[in-house]
């Protein structure tokens, strides 16, 4: 059965960091561009960070998180650090079918975890 499983949320204050994992199973990541989205209460679900061929970023976390990948643990990572208050979100992990050029469109991928929550609050 394929599944995507995010964890690594919580609670941090502002400046802090956090590191998200995306885990699969029922398909091999290093065969997949891999997406991270999130949404906040009343707001479009937005592509964040991607990897693939290449990797991308939203403007807003430029320079701030950065995705990367472990083939051996077939999971995938968004380290965000200095955090700030309009990250609060719940954070998706997807999967396109596959291993191409990523995008930050949720429209491209096929595949999608649960979510996790992020909150940023002193």
């Known amino acids: 059965q394929l599944q995507l499983v995010e964890s690594g949320g919580g609670l941090v204050q502002p400046g802090g960091s956090l590191r998200l994992s995306c885990e699969a199973s029922g398909l091999h990541l290093r065969y997949n561009s891999i997406g991270w989205f999130r949404q906040a209460p009343g707001k479009e679900r937005e592509g964040v960070s991607c990897t693939g061929t290449d990797t991308a970023y939203a403007g807003s976390v430029k320079g701030r998180f950065t995705v990367s990948r472990d083939n051996a643990k077939n999971t995938v990572y968004l380290q965000m650090n200095n955090l700030k208050p309009e990250d609060t979100a719940v954070y998706y992990c997807?999967?396109?079918?596959?291993?191409?050029?990523?995008?930050?469109?949720?429209?491209?991928?096929?595949?999608w975890g649960q979510g996790t929550q992020v909150t940023v609050s002193s």
């Open positions: 997807a999967a396109m079918g596959l291993y191409r050029p990523c995008r930050l469109s949720k429209d491209a991928y096929d595949y």
